[in-house]
């Protein structure tokens, strides 16, 4: 298994940006489909935003379609979200995070398809 490490988290006011960065290390980078999810506070963890090994084809949340956009950079093994526009109820614990695929096509958006997580990085986002 392969580590990620994400950054780019903090306090933002609404309305701002803010991006986020993923580091993967000690894996395939390029045989993984990547992917961000969020859970806030008693809620569950769900996806924000996906990413096929390609790097063309992407999959966005409702919630933030038109407002985030999600990038890998395979060379330098890295995924980032871009959150343009952020609402309060973008404020989340956010988890960079990977599954191994047999084809470039992710797997359904949900976090038991992912086997690699990172530690996650807060955004906080006040009104």
């Known amino acids: 298994q392969g580590q990620l490490v994400e950054s780019g988290g903090g306090s933002v006011q609404a309305g701002g940006s803010q991006r986020l960065s993923c580091e993967a290390s000690?894996?395939?980078?390029?045989?993984?489909?990547m992917a961000w999810f969020r859970q806030g506070p008693g809620k569950e963890r769900d996806v924000v935003a996906t990413?096929?090994?390609?790097?063309?084809?992407?999959y966005y949340a409702d919630s933030v379609k038109g407002r985030f956009t999600i990038s890998r950079d395979n060379a330098k093994n890295t995924v980032n979200l871009q959150m343009n526009s952020l609402k309060p109820e973008d404020s989340a614990m956010y988890y960079c995070?990977?599954?191994?695929?047999?084809?470039?096509?992710?797997?359904?958006?949900?976090?038991?398809?992912?086997?690699?997580w990172g530690q996650g990085t807060q955004v906080t986002v006040s009104s």
């Open positions: 995070a990977a599954a191994v695929v047999r084809s470039p096509v992710c797997p359904a958006p949900q976090p038991g398809f992912f086997g690699d």
């Open positions: 000690a894996f395939t980078y390029n045989h993984y489909c």
């Open positions: 990413i096929d090994v390609t790097g063309r084809t992407s």
